[in-house]
């Protein structure tokens, strides 16, 4: 069956993601209020999260195959997600630079009562910056609506130093992941 879907995100780049392997979809942001506390292991978060989307927008679009997501970046126990503003970049930033952190994705399908969902996790370590070079590159704006402040798939790239894991999973939807449950629901992306 061909790949028709409801994106539950504001997310310009998840839909850049979706776009990238043909699915056609629409989109319905959903107004669901996040957690942000690790009173929860974060790959119970993230799925907590993107099901709390998913299932949000169910109840405005009953009939539709619903995806929902949601990224974290987790640092020495923390979570480092969007930036309250400029200098909270830099703060996190200065914080994750010359470091390993873990970037987790949580993915949630439903589709009537039917639900799945699935994280991953994707280790990333930034290069080692100087305070003016991370104060340049929150100075350009691209930090402001990332997860810990950087945007690998922008000139953020250039912040970065090694990946291990799934990319398009630090880019806010892991697109393999995305199709093994796709398939769950006997949709075949090819
Ligand atoms: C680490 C990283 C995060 N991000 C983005 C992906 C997500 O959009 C954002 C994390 O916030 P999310 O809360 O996952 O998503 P969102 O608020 O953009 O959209 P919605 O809640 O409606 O689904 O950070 C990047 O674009 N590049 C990166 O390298």
């Known amino acids: 069956m061909a790949v028709r879907l409801l994106l539950a995100s504001a997310s310009p780049r998840r839909r850049e993601l979706l776009a990238q392997i043909g699915i056609a979809f629409d989109v319905k942001p959903s107004a669901f209020e996040e957690r942000m506390d690790l009173a929860l292991p974060p790959e119970q978060l993230v799925v907590q999260n993107a099901l709390g989307k998913a299932l949000d927008v169910q109840k405005r679009a009953p009939a539709e195959l619903i995806l929902g997501a949601d990224t974290v970046v ?13 200098a909270d970049a830099g703060r996190m930033l200065g914080e994750l630079q010359g470091q390993w952190h873990t970037v987790y994705t ?5 589709e009537g009562r039917r639900w799945r ?12 910056m100087a305070p ?12 402001l609506d990332k997860a810990g402040s950087y945007a690998i798939q922008g000139l953020g790239a250039a912040l970065v130093e090694q ?3 799934c990319y398009s999973n630090v880019v806010g939807l892991s697109l393999p992941l995305l199709v093994n449950l796709l398939a769950e629901f006997d949709r075949r992306v090819i």
């Open 74 to 86: 987790v640092f020495n126990r923390r979570i480092y997600g969007k930036p309250a503003g400029a």
């Open 132 to 143: 003016e070079q991370i104060a340049a590159y929150v100075a350009g704006g691209e930090p």
């Open 106 to 110: 949580g993915i949630a399908l439903v």
């Open 163 to 165: 990946i291990d894991g």
């Open 117 to 128: 969902v699935a994280e991953r996790a994707t280790r990333v370590k930034l290069r080692a």
